[in-house]
Structures are given as structure tokens and as C-alpha cells.
């Protein structure tokens, strides 16, 4: 019997999201995606395109039947139209709910309404500036390029959108399928907007509601199945509990953590990263204890250079929204980076290419033809396969990479206040009225995981470039790699932090 089924998703960032318009803005090279409101959405093409990529690995002879075919190619008694219609993600509220006006119309609120909303009202258009991280471009040479930086914008982990999904059914056995692709929604894979290898636009399904209405049930009353669609879709109200609400399947395994890949790094001294926005006097570590600056350390007279924190959005227990509250962290583009020039390293020596056998612009015109996504030596094949590669030039020499690391958590004892003087990189004497001050924490513990396509993993980690990724991975544990700024001064070294060693 055919039959309509409706489903309204609620979902959590776990990650950071950049989900961009394709436009710029003063503050940003990126402007975020905004809906009527001028508010944060998830476009519904954003989330059926996921979607589709991630069912294609193992359902991708039904792909037509669920989200139709369209092909200038195709006869026309052969195209598909869409089984499913999936509608735009929209952000939740400071109580858990669609935005709407005092008519409880779904989706459409005044500026006077945002205003009133403690959660809606942090993320309009003048507060974009609260969203800003700054990068720095990277050079054929996997380095920072110099007078390179420049800002995006990042909306931080832990908020709430929700979307609704309808289905056209032709038999009940359809809808068994339809809830087995609901499974893969929140997978590891479904990843969505910009920077997603670099852990970008992951999140959790904390609510599926699902209603199935068979059509010829309503046969004599058809205007009661409209008048249920109706309310089903205006209404604000969201599921926020999976068990109560509908079942999700286990992830689709598509990304593996292979042994001894998800660790913690530990330091015995002192550690800063970037340019934050908060102090360390600011921030709470949220696990009986607060990070405060050690007595025996005078406070410099100076606004000190800040470490890099990011927002995280939290929720109370009765899902009304708490704050947000600022973490230290190290992004995952940066961990990222260093394992992408670290393996690059390891790859080139097992495969015997050394700079001293081969004349230096040799080496590193490889290197930029690597960066650029130009494949002009087989050598690099294997790596493209991990990092990714990305030719403007050739669109179908575009690789996504293989590899998901998420921003790393940072967790300290306490936070002082150093002094420098710039130097002068010519004559090496102390530049006048060049005093700054730094921020740098203490004892810092970096919890560190590395995710990797299972397809692309089987096929590559006995290959040499599977031995210098294990390598690299071995480099970062045992404290071979920096994870710091201004790693020629006293930083910190770190190590694998193991339960229960002194």
C-alpha cells in the first residue's frame, strides 16, 4: 500500500561547522550560510548531497530509486524523480525548539524575537566577529607562507539544528529500507560544509521522529492525511530522544581509528599555540579545576598574547541553553598539517629520494606539483590517496583526502605570563619599544585521534606510504614533532601520556 512518511531529524554539533554562502564579507573570506532570518542553516542540497555520498558505498544500486535520475543521456521513460524531498536544517532556539512568531508559525521571526533569544541572538550578522579564525596558507614546501594569513569563519560545537524528511512509499517493505538509510545520518562520513578533513561538520542525531501514513487509510477523508501533514510539518516542536523517538542504526564503519591512534600527549612545562580571544583566567576546564595564573609569576603590565580557544555551546539537562563556554584546544588543521609534512618526509626517504641525490629544484618542484594536486610523479600517487589532492586546472584529478582529525582537546594545571623582546633578524640585537607579552600554560595534556578511510587504509598501510604514516604517528607519540608555537624557545616536548606513569 502506498504510503507518506515524514521524519524530523534533530541533530548536535560535535565539531566545529563552516558551512558557507559562496560570498565574502568584510571580516571573512567566507560568509556563512544564513537563512531568512539572517540566521545559521544547513542547506537541505548540502545535506541530500552528504547524504547520497555516504549510502553510495554500500547502496549504491538503490540510489536511483530513492533520490531519483536525471541525465541528458537517459531516454525520458527512464528518469527517476526523487523518492524523498528533504527540507533545510534550522538552527534550534535558547529552549530547544524551531524558531517561530507569537502565531506559532514555523521558521519565521522578527529581528525584536532574536533579540529576546539568549542562543539566536549570538549568532546574527554584527556578531560574526566572535566566529573568526585566522589561517595561514601553506607553501608547496608544506610550510607557512609568509604574510599569508587569513580569516574564516567557524561556528563553534554543540548546536542544535533540526530538519524534516518526506517519503513516498509504494509497499510497506520500502519503509524498512527507508528507516535502514535514516541509520547512516550522523555516520562518521556524514560530514557537512567546508574543512571536513580537517574533522569540520561532524555531529550527533539526539532525536528521529517518524511518522508513517498509509494513503489508503484515508481513502473516504483525504483532507484528514492533509490536515495531519500540515501539523506535522508547522509544528516546532523537536524530538530529543533517540530511544523514545525512533531507532538509529551503528555507524556505516566507513572510517576506522586503527590501533594506537587515539592518544593523549603530556608535557612537563610550559605551552602556547596561536592567538585567542580569551585569557586563561577566563576559561574553566570544566573538570574540578579553573585555570588560573601561578602566584609566584608577576602579571606582565601588558594584554598578553592569548592561546587559541574556541567556543563550545552547552545545553542544561532539561534542554534549555547554559552558555557558551571557551576550551583551549589545538585546531585540526594544525595537527593535520604536521602529520601531512611529517609523512611527506618518511614517504621520501623509504622510497629513497634524498635531496642530496637529486638537485634541490628537482625535490621541490615534486613538491609543489604535489601541493597544486599535479600528479607529474607516480611517487606521489600513494600520498594523494591519504591527503587528498586538488587540481583547478583538472577537475578530475580532485581527491578528497582520507584522513579525519578533529580539533584536540587541551587540558592544563595552570597559565603564566612571560615577556619577550623582539629581535632584530639581521643584527640579532633587542628592537626598541618592541616589549610583548605572552600567555603560556603549564603541564599541558593534548588528546589527539586520527581517523582514516577503512577502503583506502586496506588498500594503502602495506604500502610504503601505510609505513610512513605509522612512522609519523610513532614521531608524534614519542615527542619527535612540535604541536607549538615558537618551537626554537622554551617550549614544551611532549610524550604519550600513559595512566599511572610518573
Known amino acids: 500500500m502506498k504510503s507518506v512518511v515524514l521524519s524530523r531529524i534533530t541533530i548536535e554539533t560535535i565539531s566545529p561547522l563552516s558551512i558557507y554562502s559562496g560570498e565574502r564579507t568584510l571580516l571573512s573570506n567566507d560568509a556563512l550560510a544564513r537563512d531568512w532570518n539572517g ?25 536511483d530509486f530513492w533520490f531519483g535520475s536525471l541525465s541528458e543521456k537517459m531516454d525520458d521513460d527512464k528518469r527517476k524523480a526523487s523518492r524523498m524531498l528533504v527540507f533545510d536544517a534550522l538552527m534550534l532556539n535558547h529552549v530547544s525548539e524551531l524558531p517561530g512568531n507569537a502565531q506559532k508559525l514555523r521558521g519565521i521571526i522578527t529581528s525584536e524575537d532574536i533579540r529576546k533569544d539568549s542562543l539566536l541572538s549570538r549568532f546574527t550578522l554584527e556578531n560574526d566577529k566572535d566566529f573568526e579564525r585566522t589561517n595561514c596558507s601553506i607553501s608547496s614546501r608544506k610550510s607557512a607562507k609568509n604574510k599569508a594569513l587569513f580569516k574564516t569563519l567557524i561556528l563553534p560545537k554543540g548546536l542544535r539544528f533540526a530538519f524534516d524528511v518526506k517519503a513516498e512509499l509504494d509497499e510497506d517493505k520500502d519503509f524498512e529500507k527507508y528507516e535502514q538509510l535514516l541509520g547512516y545520518i550522523g555516520s562518521v562520513g556524514f560530514s557537512i560544509g567546508a574543512r571536513t578533513s580537517n574533522g569540520h561538520g561532524q555531529f550527533k542525531v539526539i532525536g528521529i521522529k517518524t511518522e508513517q501514513y498509509r494513503i489508503g487509510d484515508y481513502a473516504e477523508h483525504p483532507e484528514e492525511l492533509a490536515g495531519n501533514i500540515r ?22 564503519g566507513s572510517f576506522i581509528i586503527p590501533e594506537g591512534w587515539e592518544f593523549s600527549l603530556e608535557s612537563k612545562g610550559t605551552w602556547r599555540l596561536g592567538n585567542g580571544r580569551k585569557s586563561a583566567e577566563e576559561l574553566s576546564e570544566g573538570r574540578n579545576r579553573t585555570i588560573k595564573h601561578l602566584e609566584s609569576e608577576r602579571k606582565s603590565e601588558q594584554t598578553p598574547q592569548k592561546c ?8 542544561n539537562p532539561d534542554n534549555t541553553f547554559r552558555q557558551i563556554k ?26 629513497e629520494c634524498f635531496a642530496d641525490e637529486a638537485s634541490p629544484l628537482d625535490v621541490g618542484s615534486m613538491v609543489s606539483d604535489l601541493h597544486n594536486g599535479k600528479k607529474a610523479n607516480a611517487l606521489l600517487d600513494d600520498y594523494c590517496e591519504i591527503f587528498g589532492a586538488n587540481d583547478p586546472e583538472n577537475p578530475d584529478g580532485v581527491k578528497s583526502g582520507a584522513v579525519r582529525i578533529s580539533d584536540c582537546r587541551v587540558d592544563c594545571s595552570g597559565a603564566v605570563t612571560r615577556t619577550h623582546n623582539c629581535l632584530d633578524r639581521f643584527t640579532g640585537g633587542v628592537m626598541p619599544s618592541s616589549l610583548f607579552s605572552q600567555e603560556k600554560i603549564v603541564n599541558p595534556r593534548i588528546y589527539v585521534s586520527i581517523r582514516i578511510r577503512r577502503d583506502r587504509w586496506e588498500k594503502l598501510k602495506d604500502k610504503p606510504i601505510g609505513e610512513a604514516l605509522r612512522c609519523t604517528v610513532y614521531d608524534l607519540k614519542n615527542g619527535f614533532l612540535n604541536i607549538c608555537a615558537g618551537a626554537g624557545r622554551d617550549t614544551a616536548v611532549f610524550s604519550e601520556y600513559r595512566e599511572g606513569r610518573e
Do not use: Q
Not at 509544528?235 to 523514545?244: A, C, F, G, I, N
Not at 571557551?326 to 622510497?351: C, D, M, Q, W
Open 39 to 63: 540566521l545559521p542553516y544547513i542547506p537541505a542540497t548540502s545535506l541530500t548531497g552528504v547524504w547520497k555520498s555516504v549510502l553510495d558505498e554500500k547502496f549504491s544500486e538503490e540510489l
Open 326 to 351: 571557551y576550551e583551549l584546544l589545538v585546531p585540526g588543521s594544525t595537527v593535520k598539517g604536521i602529520i601531512a609534512h611529517r609523512t611527506l618526509f618518511h614517504y621520501l626517504r623509504i622510497n
Open 231 to 252: 501539523r506535522f510539518m508547522s509544528s516546532r516542536k523537536v524530538p530529543l530522544d533517540t530511544k523514545d523517538s525512533g531507532s538509529l542504526l551503528s555507524d556505516s
Open 308 to 315: 587559541f580557544s574556541d567556543g563550545v555551546v552547552e545545553w
